[in-house]
């Protein structure tokens, strides 16, 4: 079964890079949701307790301090975080921060940084698996077999995106991987990304399938010269008729 056809466009001609992006598309949107996210939080004070002496954590802790000292200032928040070493002193009031920042959901670098390193040593230690649908490890096999090459391009860090494919529920799956890209690359909303990942990777723009939920992006990539097909998945954000409309759309990827 091919992809929908949208009713005012032409059948596209056979890619040669699968580019794809994660939430809503090869995972579903409620493993951020509702397993990363609760995970960070549930393991974030016995995290910072074993690992407070390490140079990495006390650099990102540093970060937060700081931030709490802008936030204090514009009164965000009644006082900063104490600075220091005292773990006896820093920590309590320092998990109190994180815990504010996460109700009000705040993407602060500090905050980010630290839901990394968290997530790592979750993946690594096997508390963590990454999920994709059961329909994603056979069709990178079968277009590796077909000679396409397969990256990613979200909004996760390439390295949250390496730990999610690496230590996914059905193994390693970065062995299909060719490269990832991130909004280091630039917006995902914007065409002008799309250039840059298809100079990146080194082939022209209509060689290259991307595959999303989002039609945002959908519409930047499809201005950059990109195949374009969109992704319905449970638990994704409806699509409008003209959306419908301008892209082929498949539920999974049995069909691509
Ligand atoms: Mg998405």
């Known amino acids: 079964m091919a992809p ?6 032409t059948e596209a001609s056979c890619p040669k890079v699968i580019l794809l992006d994660i ?44 931030q709490s000292e802008d936030d204090t200032k514009q009164g965000l928040l009644e006082s900063e975080i104490p600075s220091g070493l005292n773990k006896d002193v820093v920590l309590p009031e320092l998990l109190k921060n994180l ?6 959901d705040r993407k602060t670098t500090g905050l980010k940084a630290l839901q990394g390193k968290i997530w790592k040593s979750g993946f690594e230690e096997g508390l963590l698996k990454g999920q994709v649908y059961e329909d994603v490890p056979p069709a990178f096999q079968r ?20 730990l999610l494919f690496k230590y ?17 690359t630039g917006p995902k909303i914007e065409a002008s990304s799309y250039k840059i990942i298809s100079e990146k990777i080194g082939v ?18 499809k201005e950059a010269g990109l195949q374009v097909v969109v992704s319905i998945r449970p638990g994704n954000a409806p699509l409008t008729e003209q959306e419908l409309t301008d892209f082929p759309n498949v539920t999974n990827f049995n069909s691509l």
């Not at 815990?99 to 009000?104: C, K, L, V």
């Not at 022209?204 to 990539?221: G, H, L, Q, R, W």
């Open 99 to 104: 815990y504010w920042q996460m109700d009000n």
């Open 204 to 221: 022209p723009p209509n060689t290259i399938m991307f595959c999303t939920d989002v039609s945002k992006e959908a519409y930047a990539a």
């Open 143 to 162: 277009w590796k077999e077909s000679g396409k090459d397969i990256y990613i391009y979200s909004s996760g860090s390439v390295e949250a995106q390496i």
């Open 23 to 66: 939430e809503g598309t090869t995972t579903s949107i409620s493993f951020v949701k509702d397993v990363l996210f609760p995970f960070a939080r549930k393991e974030l004070e016995t995290f910072l307790s074993k690992n407070w002496d390490d140079p990495s954590v006390q650099s990102t802790i540093d970060i937060i301090q700081k």
């Open 168 to 184: 996914s529920e059905v193994g390693d799956l970065t062995k299909h991987l060719s490269g990832y890209f991130d909004t280091t």
């Open 4 to 9: 929908n056809t949208p009713r005012n466009g």
